[in-house]
């Protein structure tokens, strides 16, 4: 049978599962849109692509599988880079479709043309074009492949438009199946006798395929020797944060007494994740090439073991194959369990707040939230100070519930919360947000409207972009240039979308507000005004103008 190539296309989608796509509609994929006409395939269109490309980035991590964004060539492309670019830091299977100029015109620096390979092959895990109808089935698969293959991350598609209206009669490709690499018995049997060894040994766990038995089975492996696991950046759902073995989060801000704790580790077991920046404060808490602690590091990916560390023990292995071989393995006598156990109270004190200036105590609303939110609500952010309360204040238990960016792009968000939404419409999905992130993402507001997504923002007004006067206090004392923000009236935007809005001016009225909120039904802004003495849970704006912080 004769199909077009956007038919064929959305085909192939199709059999690998795809139920879910977002879009900005260009007149350079018109087959592909009319394909998806008739398919069972959702399609969310957003309003930036950025909002698409994040809310796809998002739904990748959300399931496991590749998020779909499908974006028109050159500008639309460009915008959409954002998303790839966390699909790639945070280890996210995603496939960007770019409709592109038709092959007769390309290579003249036609209108809108750009050169893909080029463009995002330093960005993407791969990137390349399509060149006929007849074999979109063969490169969609292998871009399925790759997106999930080692460790994840994104594939990027140009499509010619004549390629997409081109027809053709061609068989479709089987569902892509990705083989997952498992350990050797060996490894397990030299993980246990390095284990043994050990007086100071830490877990740290972090991403590259991770699922919620994942999590289950390393927890138990870990509570079954005592041992303290600490969750990578914005990993803080992998985890049951309520298990004794639990000694918090590698993250930005993180608590100084946890990163004692990896600098004085005499064993690291690194369950996926790449030690990167942020867990490493910068590459310090573990010294590059050979930290001084015996290093296990588990990948799937054998490129990303000794990439920046040399680990004694490397193990290739899926993590859902790895946390499952930990099952089989006995215990050792733990030699740790006073220095488990000072883990865990740190990390339980650190979720403590000191009572904050001003009328809006952000510790007090985590607190509360903390009592209030059902295990299963889905957290989002972007990147702000107001990200540290929303981390260090959280408690998570269930896999799937941070849909943070790794990456530290501002606005994500509300875009996460959006595909957040889509995926699980009976639960909540609560965006952390500042000033201003939200106005980076607040266009995906009217996607949640237009959908009738009733996703909750919690929009941090301190009238600054926080984190950077925080760095330029620090370093340039009392120059404050481009870091002050007028900003518009927030729950009156929320409202002019057609969303609830409302201002929490005092802490009191926090309870209340998120109530109505909910009750809405709506896609719901509250913004809580806060007072910009207070920069990060842990610094005053005064302190920092007077050379302390
Ligand atoms: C896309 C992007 N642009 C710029 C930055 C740099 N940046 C990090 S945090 C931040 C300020 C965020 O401001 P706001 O949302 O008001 O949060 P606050 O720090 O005030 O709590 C900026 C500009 C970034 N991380 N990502
Ligand atoms: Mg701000």
Same mark, same amino acid.
């Given at each position: ?142 871009? *399925? ?176 194959? *790895? ?44 607190? *509360? ?144 507000? *998120? ?35």
């Amino acid at each position: 049978m004769s199909r077009s190539g956007g038919r064929i296309l959305v085909d192939q989608l199709e059999l690998n599962g795809v139920d879910l796509a977002f879009c900005l509609p260009g007149e350079s994929f018109l087959p592909l849109l009319d394909a998806l006409y008739d398919s069972p395939i959702r399609l969310i269109s957003c309003r930036h692509e950025p909002g698409a490309s994040n809310a796809a980035e998002a739904h990748g991590k959300l399931t496991g599988r590749p998020g779909i964004c499908i974006v028109t060539r050159g500008p639309g492309a460009t915008q959409a880079a954002v998303g790839v670019h966390t699909a790639m830091q945070d280890s996210t299977p995603m496939l960007l479709l770019v409709g592109h100029v038709p092959r007769g015109v390309q290579g003249r620096d036609a209108w809108q043309e750009l050169d893909y390979g080029r463009v995002f092959g330093g960005l993407a895990k791969a990137a390349w074009q399509v060149d006929s109808a007849a074999r979109i089935p063969e490169h969609v698969a292998r871009a *399925f492949s790759l997106a999930l293959s080692g460790r994840p991350g994104p594939v990027v598609l140009a499509l010619p438009e004549d390629v997409l209206a081109e027809t053709t009669d061609v068989a479709d490709a089987a569902p892509v199946r990705v083989a997952r690499a498992a350990p050797r018995q060996g490894d397990l049997e030299r993980l246990r006798e390095l284990l043994a060894a050990a007086r100071q040994p830490l877990v740290v766990v972090g991403e590259g395929g991770w699922t919620q038995q994942t999590g289950e089975d390393v927890l138990a492996f870990c509570e079954a020797n005592a041992l303290p696991v600490a969750c990578a950046f914005r990993c803080q759902d992998f985890v049951d944060n309520r298990s004794p073995s639990y000694a918090g989060v590698l993250g930005v801000a993180m608590d100084e007494r946890l990163a004692a704790r990896l600098r004085d580790a005499d064993l690291v077991l690194a369950v996926g994740g790449r030690l990167g920046e942020v867990p490493t404060r910068r590459y310090t808490l573990l010294d590059p090439p050979k930290p001084r602690p015996t290093l296990v590091h588990v990948h799937p990916d054998p490129r990303e073991l000794g990439f920046v560390y040399e680990p004694d023990l490397p193990i290739v292995s899926s993590l859902p194959e *790895f946390a499952e071989a930990l099952r089989g393995l006995a215990p050792v006598e733990p030699r740790w369990r006073e220095w488990t156990a000072a883990a865990r109270a740190d990390y339980e004190a650190n979720l403590l707040h000191e009572p904050m200036e001003g009328p809006v105590d952000l510790g007090e609303i985590m607190a *509360f939230l903390r009592r209030r939110l059902p295990e299963d609500a889905i957290q989002t952010c972007g990147a702000g100070n107001f990200t540290v309360w929303a981390h260090r204040f959280a408690e998570f238990t269930q896999y799937g519930t941070q849909v943070c960016p790794r990456s530290g792009s501002m606005g994500y968000g509300v875009a996460a919360a959006v595909a957040a939404k889509l995926v699980h419409p009976d639960r909540i999905a609560l965006c952390f947000t500042g000033d201003g992130d939200f106005v980076m993402s607040s266009p995906e507001f009217a996607t949640a409207v237009q959908y009738e997504l009733p996703i909750v923002v919690l929009l941090v007004n301190n009238g600054m972009y926080a984190t950077i006067r925080m760095h330029q206090e620090r370093l340039f004392p009392g120059r404050v240039i481009g870091t002050d923000l007028v900003n518009p009236d927030f729950p009156a935007l929320a409202n002019a979308y057609g969303g609830y809005g409302e201002r929490v001016e005092r802490t009191e009225d926090f309870e209340g507000a *998120f109530e109505r909120a909910l009750a809405s039904g709506k896609p719901a802004l509250l913004e809580l005004a806060v007072d910009p003495e207070r920069i990060s849970p842990r610094i005053r704006l005064s302190e920092l103008q007077k050379g302390a912080g």
